[in-house]
């Protein structure tokens, strides 16, 4: 006896890939967004092929969120428009860019007269 063979067309191929390779979002990652109008709908729209870590980290102004979300109404996500929109003003409130140029993160060290930030001190 032979095994069957399955015809498999390429979008068919596409899915199954998007499905294996990327983590299904689990009821733990929940408690990685913070709570608000959008999240549940974020969660089931976004988290079908994207990883928690992956929209997490992503960080965009409202246009590109808009672009971006625009995008992926254009893959066929799973989401109405008012969904969609829910998800844009949640995503534009939690994940903003920062858009602000030379932005210095690091904390001060305060000693001996002299502030230091980085590696740049000055006399204080």
């Known amino acids: ?6 015809p498999v067309s390429w979008p068919m191929l596409g899915l199954l ?6 983590p ?3 009821p733990a990652a929940e408690q990685d967004f913070p709570e608000g109008a959008g999240k549940s709908e974020l969660l089931k729209a976004c988290g079908a092929c994207h990883s928690t870590e992956r929209i997490r980290m992503a960080k965009h102004t409202r246009d590109e969120w808009t672009t ?8 066929g996500v799973d989401a ?3 969904e969609m929109d829910l998800i844009l003003e949640y995503v534009v409130l939690n994940f ?3 858009e602000r140029v030379g932005v210095n993160k ?8 002299r502030r230091c930030q980085t590696n740049r001190c000055r006399e204080g």
């Open 1 to 6: 006896m032979t095994p069957a063979t399955v």
């Open 17 to 22: 890939v998007c499905a294996v390779s990327f």
């Open 24 to 26: 299904q979002m689990t």
């Open 68 to 75: 971006t979300l625009s995008r992926m109404s254009d893959h």
């Open 80 to 82: 109405t428009a008012d």
């Open 96 to 98: 903003p860019k920062d």
């Open 106 to 113: 690091a904390g001060s060290v305060e000693g001996r007269g």
